[in-house]
């Protein structure tokens, strides 16, 4: 449905099968932490929902305080493929992702920002390498391919640079995006690893943890419209400082 294999010439050199569409025989598990979200939740419940993939959506609110629980439960009467778990405190993405990735249903998850930085209309092309049977795990990198970006903080970049490289340089990985949201996993893979972080140290983290698994991971271009932190980014230079610890504590000190 998502793809038409192209003739290939040299296809008798190679074991060539053709294309076969499985996606439709898969269901894609959602996975949506949040926290104070109430101004955009519901327009990116829409962009999730309108991807025409056999999905479930699991919102984990961590803790809201503007009105988006309340919000969430009215999402959630509209449609039979939404479910909303609530953290009686707030304790950080990782731990919100920990909540949802153990509520999973379906063969492959993805994690959803409840921001508008990423568009879930990409999602064909993050499963595509799972769909083909290459991939366990794929990242979508924001610094990878031609896709449209808002330009914003230059020392962000940088430092979102750095930690991908000092990643890399423990996990003998080649990523461009360590730090990217979206990252795809078949559900038996991301339901068997331990998550110990409740911030953003989930990031270092699972890749750790997954290069560890010698999983295959495959990496795909998306477009990225960044926002500020007037709009409501929360990520900030104590998180960047925390990665760096983390990317050294799961690579050097921890089996």
Not at 101 to 125: H, M, N, R, S, T
Not at 127 to 146: C, N, Q, T, Y
Not at 154 to 174: A, C, E, Q, Y
Not at 192 to 206: A, H, L, T, V, W
């Amino acid at each position: 449905m998502w793809s038409i294999q192209p003739y290939n010439r040299y296809r008798h050199y190679f074991h060539y099968r053709p294309y076969r569409s499985t996606i439709l025989t898969m269901k894609l598990s959602v996975v949506i932490p949040v926290y104070n979200e109430c101004k955009t939740i519901h327009l990116i419940l829409q962009q999730v929902q309108d991807v025409d993939i056999d999905k479930e959506i699991i919102m984990v609110d961590d803790c809201s305080t503007d009105g988006t629980r309340d919000r969430l439960n009215e999402l959630a009467a509209e449609a039979d493929n939404i479910r909303v778990l609530f953290h009686d405190v707030n304790k950080g993405k990782g731990a919100a992702l920990r909540t949802g990735f153990q509520a999973a249903e379906g063969d492959v998850v993805i994690i959803q920002d409840a921001d508008l930085e990423y568009d879930p209309a990409e999602y064909p092309k993050l499963l595509k390498p799972i769909e083909d049977g290459k991939a366990d795990v794929v990242f979508g990198s924001r610094f990878a391919g031609g896709e449209s970006h808002r330009v914003l903080y230059f020392w962000h970049s940088l430092g979102n640079t750095f930690l991908t490289v000092l990643s890399n340089m423990f996990t003998d990985l080649n990523l461009t995006d360590m730090e990217t949201c979206y990252k795809v996993f078949k559900r038996e893979i991301i339901q068997s690893i331990d998550i110990k972080e409740n911030r953003f140290g989930f990031e270092p983290e699972i890749t750790a943890k997954v290069a560890r698994k010698r999983c295959r991971i495959f990496e795909v271009g998306i477009s990225y419209s960044g926002r500020t932190y007037e709009e409501g980014k929360k990520i900030g230079w104590k998180d960047g400082v925390r990665a760096i610890w983390c990317i050294l504590k799961y690579n050097l000190f921890s089996k």
